[in-house]
């Protein structure tokens, strides 16, 4: 079982659509969760850290469920601009490694 | 404020060769990260320096091998090449020594291995 696990997609979507990615890491000792945006053929770029209660910003919002050990991300009214691959990344506690999983990515039609 | 920053941008290498890899981190920043992403994948970490030592390594041989110098900036080495080493080989830069600091990546270095 891979560490951290995403549906590739893509998710196809028009404008203005809400689109909700999930992501489940296998590691229960994880301290830490990030959100990731990477454009193709670009670096990533850290979009929101994933805190326990869950947090919004703008039109992200970001919760984790600790027991059932997924991350999850939704986007609601969404822009052409959002179209990008969106990676999940874990930190499990006690260490530096960040675990990527794979991404997902999102098209953004108009 | 410079970013990261990390040369070249493109390399193309033949199996067996060596390359080495470079980066500077952005500004203010002592730990750099260097991972490998493979097309299609996520980025996979290799190892992390802090203070001129490896403070943490991942799933990758001894082929795979780092430095980082004073000024913080950071080697990533390559011996012995194989196919399988093409990738874009991206570094990460963070301040200080706790297990959780943002991360900021380069542009990062695209590695094709004939």
């Known amino acids: 079982r891979k560490e951290v696990e995403q549906d590739p997609g893509p998710f196809n979507v028009p404008e203005g659509a809400t689109v909700a990615f999930n992501c489940t890491y296998s590691n229960s000792a994880s301290q830490s969760f990030f959100w990731y945006r990477q454009d193709c053929r670009k670096e990533p770029k850290l979009l929101m850290s994933?805190?326990?209660s869950g947090n919004e910003d703008g039109r992200f919002t970001a919760q984790l469920n600790r027991a059932s050990q997924y991350i999850s991300l939704l986007i609601r009214d969404s822009k052409l601009s959002d179209s990008a691959t969106y990676l999940c990344v874990v930190l499990p506690s006690g260490t530096y490694k960040y675990i990527f999983g794979t991404g997902t990515r999102l098209k953004v039609l108009a | 404020d410079a970013g990261v920053t990390q040369s070249p941008t493109h390399l193309i290498k033949t199996r067996g060769q060596q390359v080495t890899l470079r980066c500077s981190p952005k500004?203010?920043?002592?730990?750099v990260s260097w991972y490998q992403q493979a097309l299609g994948q996520g980025p996979q970490f290799i190892f992390q320096?802090?203070?001129?030592?490896?403070?943490q390594r991942g799933n990758f041989p001894d082929r795979f091998s780092g430095h980082q110098f004073p000024n913080y900036s950071s080697e990533l080495n390559v011996n012995a090449l194989l196919l399988g080493d093409s990738a874009l080989y991206l570094c990460a830069s963070s301040l200080g020594r706790d297990y959780y600091n943002e991360q900021f990546f380069g542009p990062g270095t695209r590695l094709t291995v004939l």
């Open positions: 500004s203010g920043h002592d730990t």
């Open positions: 320096y802090y203070e001129e030592e490896e403070r």
């Open positions: 994933v805190y326990s």
